[in-house]
């Protein structure tokens, strides 16, 4: 029985590039597609030169020298080839049988979020796109749903809409820009965290390459 006073778990966020999925970046996965790199665009984005937009812009341009008539569906089957992270289906079945709204806040690419979201059930996706043309060729112009310097804003904005508390939720994520889920969550889940600035900013840490040890650090929060 829950003690009275008791903080229930109500949503779970977390970051897919390096968490739910077995690659660093879900754009470098397409550059690796094309043999190629953006190395330029991110060197420009990290000094503060370019913002979210042009940073996609940039990843486009590479891609549109191997593929100019790039196509969405080209990109989806790209990323269909993206490994889920050993354990994800694990973490995602416990989440929801304990109750919990689970939810995707990515800067990665929303191809493969939703990909990722209707292979494991989780609820709520949010990650970046791309416009098209009439034909489907991707034109260049990004849809910037999660800036990456941003997460903190689009949990909040979430927890908002949903009615749930920062008490009522836990977050989980690999890099520096998921410290900010952290901030917005009474449990902070680093997996396999990229340094120690991600480090310092959790309260759990897991170093196994098994999302299903994520679970173990939910333990003080009650089932509703």
Not at 131 to 149: L, M, Y
Request: proline content about 4%; hydrophobic content about 40%.
């Amino acid at each position: 029985m829950r003690s009275p006073g008791a903080t229930v778990l109500k949503l779970v966020a977390i970051d897919m590039d390096g968490t739910l999925v077995d690659v660093a970046s879900s754009w470098a996965a397409v550059h690796h597609h094309f043999q190629d790199h953006n190395a330029d665009g991110l060197r420009d984005f990290l000094a503060g030169r370019i913002d979210d937009h042009e940073f996609i812009r940039t990843d486009v341009r590479v891609w549109h020298r191997h593929a100019p008539d790039l196509r969405i569906d080209d990109l989806e089957a790209i990323l269909n080839r993206v490994p889920l992270m050993p354990g994800a289906a694990t973490l995602i079945t416990g989440l929801r049988a304990r109750g919990a709204t689970t939810a995707i806040i990515s800067g990665g690419i929303d191809l493969l979020a939703r990909r990722v979201a209707r292979e494991l059930g989780i609820d709520l996706s949010l990650a970046n796109g791309f416009r098209v043309d009439g034909d489907g060729r991707v034109t260049g112009e990004g849809i910037v749903r999660v800036p990456i310097n941003g997460k903190e804003g689009v949990l909040a904005g979430l927890q908002h809409q949903l009615g749930i508390r920062v008490e009522e939720t836990a977050s989980v994520g690999n890099s520096e820009i998921d410290v900010g889920l952290f901030r917005r969550s009474r449990v902070g889940v680093a997996f396999q965290p990229e340094d120690e600035a991600v480090r310092r900013g959790a309260t759990h840490i897991v170093t196994e390459k098994d999302l299903g040890r994520v679970l173990e650090t939910l333990r003080d929060f009650p089932d509703p």
